[in-house]
């Protein structure tokens, strides 16, 4: 009895404890996309009185994709996650790499290293502006006086270099971020394969190509997942260098949704372009969960 | 196949010395076993033979060639760890994977794989993940990784250690079976005296970083050189009863307050030998006879408690302050409280000096 009595108590205690989160989540996250999701059905807008929209159906949806703007927007954005993120891998793998041997001043290099990560993205935004400014920026000063380039480039100003200087501005940022967490897995490696294909004759690329790496596919994979759904998500940075300018050449969905819901003030429209993206993010992250669980499995 | 000489080796870890001035050869094709208890540097040692850490004096020599400075992967020796590690990869490329290090053909490999496999009871288990397989069969995939390359020197860490009793048992048999078929150099670290007894030819005894006794395990048993040895090989662990080395017209004999053995022919040469009065004896609890009949020269006890161990006792006989441990195999009569008298077999006791811990005789 008494065992039983305790293990009811238990059960309900759990509940008790799980109750703030859901609260949180119910209100933050499953309501407030229920609400995004009921509004992306309307045309409810900032504009008059906000209580008298229509239920319009898939309209908005519609009307999305062929919209040049958001299809345009769509486009960038993962030609952005696309390029910046594998990027963000091979970088931070290196680094890591680099980082988890004995070397001096490895303490310090490491705390270096996470600086552009914790870094506030306006204060990134805006130090990378000044920086590729065409008049005074440093990166046409370099350029310039190693002879790469004859006259400045206002690499923000052009459609064929904005994106792509965004990009480096995202790789800079968040390299640091998957060097964190392959670190992190490479140090979590247990150390006896190691000795053990030290001691079968490998050398050290054949004992990271057959041994490190296949071990390492888990972390790298879910480094990958991670960075991929946030590169989706980017918007401070461009909003604060190019405000998607110019032309489209930049314009990413964050931003496409933001100009909408808070400078058109179609409510509804937003709502069903963020659904549109939430649902792609979900597809594709599946996909690389379903790799995961596949090669966990093996 | 080689032999391997370490001379005068050292290795420190910060204040503590693991490895204190060890000198071992293990000759080609002989099976040498290095025991102690956890923390006596006989891990240490082997991971130094194999090129994993260095010694930080000493060095170390296969065939009279000095190989200190070569890495783990020039020594060409195979290696198997207590934590059985397989790569994730199947048998069939787990086993091949120091060969294709080699760039060996790819004939060659299938053909020592298919033999290797064979020998280890592995084939039918080629095409499996290895990180899928239980641990014996992990183990022998570790070994045949290790065996595979024919290596110089075959290093043996606990390989049996974290096999549960059955396992540990046919593994060992595995062990010593393919060391006949294969006479490869081999050292083996155990903790496991039994394990250490069956398998070495030779044993090295470690304690604390300093080797105790190199010996068979016949003379380890029989004559062991010091405290240490005589209480650690033997299960159950031998008898150590203080007694002062007394005389009486010419002749000694140990005095333990509660009884005196004479010592007979050994008088002088313990006499000679003794730095001081105070002496140890020692008998192994195998080597004392019980019964309730009073015989000759017989000690009289009581039993005060009886260990059942299966078809073997080990009777705890109290003989005034004393407690005597008895081996006897079959069922045992006994009872508790019960008077008996035991009686030492001829020849089989060690007498220690107290002070230095070793054998007198």
């Not at chain 1, 590169?231 to 461009?238: E, G, Q, S």
């Amino acid at each position: 009895m008494g065992v039983a009595k305790s293990s009811s108590i238990e059960r309900h205690w759990n509940k008790l404890l799980i109750l703030p989160t859901m609260i949180y989540l119910g209100i933050f996250a499953f309501g407030s996309f229920g609400l995004v999701l009921f509004l992306s059905f309307t045309n409810i807008a900032f504009r008059g009185e906000i209580s008298r929209f229509d239920i319009i159906g898939v309209e908005n949806y519609a009307k999305a994709i062929m919209d040049p703007t958001f299809l345009t927007a769509l486009k960038n954005t993962f030609i952005l996650a696309g390029v910046a993120v594998p990027v963000e891998m091979l970088l931070g793998l290196g680094i890591a790499l680099m980082l988890n041997q004995d070397i001096k001043g490895r303490r310090i290099l490491r705390s270096l290293f996470i600086l552009p990560m914790i870094t506030t993205p306006i204060v990134v935004g805006n130090m990378w502006r000044l920086m590729y400014n065409s008049e005074f920026g440093l990166i046409n000063y370099v350029l310039m006086s190693w002879g790469i380039l004859s006259k400045p480039v206002p690499f923000l100003g052009l459609p064929e270099t904005a994106l792509w200087a965004i990009i480096l501005v995202d790789i800079w940022q968040w390299t640091p971020f998957t060097t964190l967490i392959i670190l992190a897995g490479l140090q979590a490696l247990p150390t006896a394969p190691y000795e053990a294909a030290l001691v079968d004759g490998a050398s050290s690329w054949q004992i990271f190509r057959k041994i490190t790496l296949p071990m390492l596919v888990p972390t790298l994979l879910i480094a990958f997942l991670l960075r991929f759904m946030d590169a989706i998500k980017i918007f401070d940075i461009v909003y604060i260098t190019t405000f998607g300018g110019p032309g489209l050449s930049t314009e990413i969905v964050g931003l496409t949704i933001y100009k909408e819901a808070f400078k058109k003030l179609n409510l509804g429209y937003a709502s069903a372009l963020t659904v549109l993206v939430l649902f792609i993010v979900i597809i594709l992250s599946n996909i690389v969960l379903m790799i995961i669980n596949k090669i966990m499995r093996r | 196949m080689v032999n391997v000489r370490i001379e005068n080796a050292t290795k420190r870890f910060g204040k503590t010395i693991a490895v204190n001035k060890l000198n071992l050869e293990v000759k080609d094709g002989e099976f040498v076993c290095i025991l102690g208890p956890s923390g006596c540097g006989k891990t240490t040692t082997l991971r130094c033979v194999a090129g994993l850490d260095k010694f930080d004096e000493g060095h170390i020599y296969f065939n009279d060639e000095m190989v200190d400075h070569l890495s783990p992967q020039e020594r060409n020796i195979g290696m198997v760890f207590q934590f059985y590690v397989v790569y994730r990869m199947t048998v069939r490329e787990n086993l091949a994977f120091p060969l294709e290090i080699k760039n060996l053909p790819r004939d060659e490999i299938n053909r020592r794989v298919k033999e290797i496999a064979e020998i280890l009871r592995l084939s039918d288990l080629l095409d499996v993940n290895a990180t899928k397989l239980g641990p014996a069969e992990k183990q022998r995939v570790a070994l045949g990784r290790a065996l595979i390359k024919e290596p110089k020197v075959l290093l043996l860490d606990e390989p049996l250690t974290n096999l549960d009793a059955k396992l540990r048992t046919e593994m060992r048999i595995e062990l010593m079976r393919l060391h006949k078929r294969l006479r490869s150099t081999t050292i083996f670290v155990t903790h496991d005296q039994l394990e250490a007894m069956t398998l070495g030819d030779r044993i090295a005894v470690m304690n604390l970083g300093v080797l105790q006794q190199y010996d068979t395990p016949y003379n380890l048993y029989y004559h062991p050189k010091n405290l240490f040895v005589a209480d650690f090989i033997g299960s159950p662990s031998m008898n150590f009863i203080e007694c002062t080395l007394k005389r009486k017209n010419g002749e000694a004999f140990l005095d333990a307050t509660d009884f005196k053995i004479n010592l007979g022919d050994l008088s002088n040469v313990i006499l000679r030998k003794a730095s001081s009065e105070e002496v140890l004896m020692g008998i192994r609890p195998e080597h004392i006879v019980i019964s309730k009949e009073n015989v000759n020269d017989a000690f009289t006890g009581i039993i005060d408690f009886i260990e059942n161990i299966g078809d073997k006792n080990i009777i705890h006989v109290k003989i005034g302050n004393q407690i005597i441990r008895v081996l006897v195999h079959g069922r045992t009569e006994f009872k508790l409280n019960e008077t008996v008298y035991i009686k030492f077999l001829m020849n089989t006791f060690h007498v220690f000096d107290k002070k230095t811990g070793s054998v007198i005789v």
